[in-house]
């Protein structure tokens, strides 16, 4: 459940936790997975908008327990209420992470 709380006009933090049952890597069964991302959202103006964000994901297949973390930063366009473009980077922190993620992305609100 994604939670953001706004600090003021311009700034908001957010935090999204999670849990899931994943498929184990032998596929008999179902083990433990959980992340939590904190982020700082900082806004230009109606438009433009920044994201820093740390991640930490935990998996726990019985194969294998493994950890992740990752920085983020992205930014968003908002040309109009119902459409954005977003680009962002992430970076790995520890060995099991990808030393680096990007991605962009598009959200249309029908």
């Known amino acids: 459940m994604p939670m953001s709380y706004a600090l003021d ?3 908001s933090i957010e935090w ?3 849990v899931d049952a994943m ?3 032998d596929g008999a ?3 433990l997975a959980y992340c939590s991302i904190a982020g700082l959202e900082a806004k230009r103006d109606a438009k433009w ?3 820093a964000e740390y991640q930490l994901v ?3 297949d019985p194969a294998g327990h493994e950890s992740q973390q990752l920085a983020g930063l992205s930014l968003a366009w908002q040309p109009r209420d119902d459409l954005q473009f ?3 980077a992430n970076g790995g922190l520890n060995h099991h992470t990808p030393d680096v ?3 962009i992305g598009l959200s249309q609100r029908f």
């Open 58 to 60: 935990r998996d726990r």
């Open 23 to 25: 498929v184990d890597s």
């Open 9 to 11: 006009d311009r700034f």
């Open 29 to 31: 069964g179902r083990h």
């Open 16 to 18: 999204v936790p999670e």
């Open 101 to 103: 993620e990007l991605d």
């Open 49 to 51: 908008s920044a994201t």
């Open 86 to 88: 977003d680009v962002g």
